[in-house]
């Protein structure tokens, strides 16, 4: 199971730092994808990072303002929201894959979700 917190409302410019809490499994065998989804729109990958941790993939938009990183240990992994706009509200989810080290960017890639975090940026 997947848990995903530390959505809220932000100003822009502001940040957030969303967690992806994993139980029930050998997390450090998951790639990890957080995905957001605004209404009326597709669920679209923001980052992902593979098993290690050493190997991370960013959309675009995110790239340069977000940071996945990830600790094992303590089985979660972190998206450190930086600068943030007033379109990056969405929902946000984390997502697990277990068959394939490295994260994918299309959300059929994906096994396991979290249950989503809602983060709104006001401008």
């Known amino acids: 199971q997947l848990q995903a917190c530390g959505g809220g409302l932000v100003q822009a410019g502001g940040f957030l730092r969303l967690s992806c809490a994993a139980s029930?499994?050998?997390?450090?065998?998951?790639?990890v994808g957080w995905f957001r989804q605004a209404p009326g729109s597709q669920r679209e990958l923001v980052a992902g990072?593979?098993?290690?941790?050493?190997?991370?993939l960013y959309a675009g938009t995110a790239k340069g303002r977000f940071t996945i990183f990830r600790d094992n240990a303590k089985n979660t992994v972190y998206l450190q929201m930086n600068s943030l706009k007033p379109e990056d509200t969405a929902v946000y989810f984390c997502?697990?894959?277990?068959?394939?080290?490295?994260?994918?960017?299309?959300?059929?890639?994906?096994?396991?979700w979290g249950q989503g975090t809602q983060v709104t940026v006001s401008s």
């Open positions: 990072i593979s098993w290690s941790g050493h190997a991370t």
């Open positions: 029930g499994r050998t997390f450090s065998s998951v790639a």
């Open positions: 997502a697990a894959r277990s068959t394939v080290e490295y994260a994918g960017r299309d959300a059929a890639e994906y096994d396991y």
